[in-house]
T-cell receptor
Framework: LAKTTQPVSMDSYEGQEVNITCSHN???????ITWYQQFPSQGPRFIIQGYKTKVTNEVASLFIPADRKSSTLSLPRVSLSDTAVYYC????????????FGTGTQLKVEL | NAGVTQTPKFHILKIGQSMTLQCTQD?????MYWYRQDPGMGLKLIYY???????DKGEVPNGYNVSRSTTEDFPLRLELAAPSQTSVYFCASWDRGRREKLFFGSGTQLSVL
């Protein structure tokens, strides 16, 4: 199983760019990297997924270096509503992965 | 589509009692998961299923049982409830053909007193 390591918490201010890095040293060849966002009292929801290089969607970018041993979620111009816990998840069901989450990163955005 | 539906949303259980948390999905997903989340902590995998009739243990299976008789339903059974099982329980499903998204239910907040 690909174990992930993330910072426990991060603080930012509205309008700034936030980068959250996840380490996954034993990522397997077939594993994808997926990030989820969780607000209090809600289930996590999908943000972005990638395999290598860079992926961008309407809410975030995901940067993955060539060795794929880490990944960085980039949130441009955060707002108060981005205050949440962010999880990095590595693997896919078809590979027999049990889809275990790490501890996540608590992002707090202030005015 | 309703997605992943969990019932009940809240429940208080007495020590030693048993109950079943219900989870249903209408997306015809093969893979389903049960997680628990203690206050201020991350998600811990309890059990998962890769299809009807097939289940396997996750990280923290003790005190729980599951069954998967249909593609849609994946109930979680708590036997002889203990205070340590006070937590929020999330059910999720994933379609292997659409790896991008793990769909979560809204959770069941369970207190064992």
């Amino acid at each position: 199983l690909a174990k992930t390591t993330q910072p426990v918490s991060m603080d930012s201010y509205e309008g700034q760019e936030v980068n959250i890095t996840c380490s996954h040293n034993n990522i397997a060849t077939n594993d994808y990297i997926t990030w989820y966002q969780q607000f209090p009292s809600q289930g996590p929801r999908f943000i972005i997924q990638g395999y290598k290089t860079k992926v961008t969607n309407e809410v975030a970018s995901l940067f993955i270096p060539a060795d794929r041993k880490s990944s960085t979620l980039s949130l441009p111009r955060v707002s108060l509503s981005d205050t949440a816990v962010y999880y990095c998840l590595v693997g896919e069901p078809g590979g027999g992965n049990k889809l275990t989450f790490g501890t996540g990163t608590q992002l707090k955005v202030e005015l | 589509n309703a997605g992943v539906t969990q019932t009940p949303k809240f429940h208080i259980l007495k020590i030693g009692q048993s109950m079943t948390l219900q989870c249903t999905q209408d997306m015809n997903h093969n893979y389903m998961y049960w997680y628990r989340q203690d206050p201020g902590m991350g998600l811990k995998l309890i059990y998962y299923s890769v299809g009807a009739g097939i289940t396997d243990k996750g990280e923290v299976p003790n005190g729980y049982n599951v069954s998967r008789s249909t593609t849609e339903d994946f109930p979680l059974r708590l036997e002889l409830a203990a205070p340590s099982q006070t937590s929020v329980y999330f059910c999720a499903s994933w379609d292997r053909g659409r790896r991008e998204k793990l769909f979560f239910g809204s959770g069941t907040q369970l207190s064992v007193l």
